[in-house]
């Protein structure tokens, strides 16, 4: 393949409870996505529960896949690379994403790619239209995680710092608990 050539990839989001599926299109941009939230599901534990995640994304991602094909008129002989989720995250649910992910490319004879959870989350703002140019520094505040970052280029960052406790978001969490709030 070369610079410019058209490169249609499907992303396979598995690490927590969301599934989500992407169609990007280098020359076009994103095509179609879907995300369907289990929020419902791990409400009553007050928490997510890895194995009932995981069992979850086995029922809900080959069906989101078909429905961003669909969404996007194309077929999976259109995907030219699949990437997917490689951590962190919940071991189960990432087992998910990469084993469907990897079966797929295999089936379609394409590559495909394994991503950092959180590079992912650094990298997104540059879909945008108007997004940062390098270098930018980034806040990353996900789930177990806190970092502030330096980005040079993709693949170049430095830490400049990052929680030595709780994670913004599980303090987030443990406050609204506490509060009572859902």
Do not use: W
């Amino acid at each position: 393949m070369n610079e410019g050539d058209l490169l249609r990839v499907l992303g396979i989001e598995t690490s927590c409870d969301e599934t989500g599926i992407a169609l990007y299109d280098t020359q076009h941009g994103l095509l179609a996505d879907a995300l369907y939230s289990q929020v419902a599901v791990h409400a009553e534990y007050g928490g997510v529960v890895p194995e009932l995640a995981s069992r979850d994304h086995i029922r809900k991602t080959l069906p989101l896949i078909d429905k961003v094909l669909a969404d996007a008129q194309c077929t999976k002989r259109d995907i030219d690379a699949v990437a997917y989720t490689a951590g962190p995250g919940l071991v189960g649910a990432l087992m998910v994403g990469a084993t469907l992910g990897r079966s797929l490319a295999k089936g379609l004879g394409v590559p495909s790619l394994g991503v950092h959870h959180m590079e992912g989350h650094l990298l997104a703002p540059l879909l945008e239209a108007d997004g940062p140019e390098f270098p930018f520094v980034a806040l990353l505040v996900s789930g177990g995680h806190t970092m502030l970052l330096e980005a040079a280029g993709v693949g170049e960052y430095r830490l400049l710092g990052e929680s030595v406790d709780d994670a913004a978001g599980e303090a987030f969490d443990k406050a609204a608990k506490m509060m009572g709030l859902g």
